[in-house]
């Protein structure tokens, strides 16, 4: 069964972001990649892809629900920083659009990323934008934040949003960053197809997913190293205490 998966991508371009442009721009082209592959791994998942950057000259929509097949890389002159930072507008705008091409069976994954606080909206303000990220979360959006030179946790908790993220203002931070979000975003793809729309629970953080993949992998790892024993017919697998709990329900025995 084919599922649809909405990819929104907000992208501060306020003049701050200057000084890691470069980190910027290759690290959302490395996220646009991710969401490439995600489609040819899991051929069942249907992926578009909206690219939103904002400052207070423009509120640009790059790509506007595409197809991963249309897609292109970000290019260097298309993201310019400069003036201040309309974020409330850039996230009422884009979601008050996307809700409208939604169906309630569909799956949305929406990542926001700045450097600073907001200071230049004038269509939309905190309170609006809290009861709309509120509605969408019930309908099963996942929303991320991650931000830098702010009080990342409170700016969150303001947006109503669950899983947030800080990052070092620097090239360096940038890109650990992106690698992070990454990690977070290829496993919240295969979880997906393991188990469909069933991944979803208000609760549950979004970038604690990567930690997840680097366990399961580290399980792995040590699996390997451990020689296999004989398997009896008779012998039943003793039953472990993650069985039937679901993939949210794991991330959540791993967050204790």
Same mark, same amino acid.
């Given at each position: 069964? !084919? &599922? #649809?998966? +909405?990819?929104? /991508? %907000?992208?501060?371009? @306020? ?28 051929? !069942? &998942? #249907?992926? +578009?892809?909206? /690219? %939103?950057?904002?400052? @207070? ?200």
């Amino acid at each position: 069964m !084919e &599922q #649809k998966v +909405y990819n929104l /991508l %907000i992208l501060d371009e @306020s003049g701050s972001m200057e000084v890691i442009k470069r980190k910027a721009v290759s690290g959302l082209n490395e996220t646009l990649q991710t969401i490439k592959s995600a489609s040819k791994e899991h051929l !069942e &998942q #249907k992926h +578009y892809v909206s /690219l %939103i950057t904002f400052n @207070s000259e423009r509120i640009w929509k790059a790509m506007d629900r595409m197809p991963v097949d249309s897609m292109t890389d970000l290019g260097w002159n298309d993201y310019s920083p400069r003036n201040a930072t309309p974020l409330f507008d850039a996230m009422g705008q884009s979601l008050m659009e996307l809700k409208e091409h939604v169906d309630e069976q569909d799956v949305v994954l929406v990542t926001i990323i700045t450097d600073g606080l907001e200071n230049a909206s004038k269509e939309y303000n905190g309170a609006v934008i809290k009861r709309l990220v509120a509605e969408l979360r019930k309908k099963g959006w996942v929303f991320a934040y991650i931000g830098t030179n702010q009080d990342v946790d409170a700016v969150a908790d303001n947006l109503g949003i669950r899983s947030r993220m800080h990052y070092d203002y620097s090239s360096r931070g940038t890109s650990e960053m992106f690698e992070k979000e990454l990690k977070s975003r290829r496993f919240f793809y295969h979880e997906l197809a393991c188990e469909n729309r069933n991944i979803f629970n208000e609760d549950a953080d979004y970038f604690r997913l990567g930690d997840e993949e680097v366990k399961n992998q580290q399980v792995d790892d040590k699996k390997k190293d451990v020689p296999s024993k004989p398997s009896s017919n008779t012998q039943k697998e003793a039953p472990t205490p993650e069985k039937g709990l679901g993939f949210w329900g794991k991330v959540k025995n791993f967050m204790k």
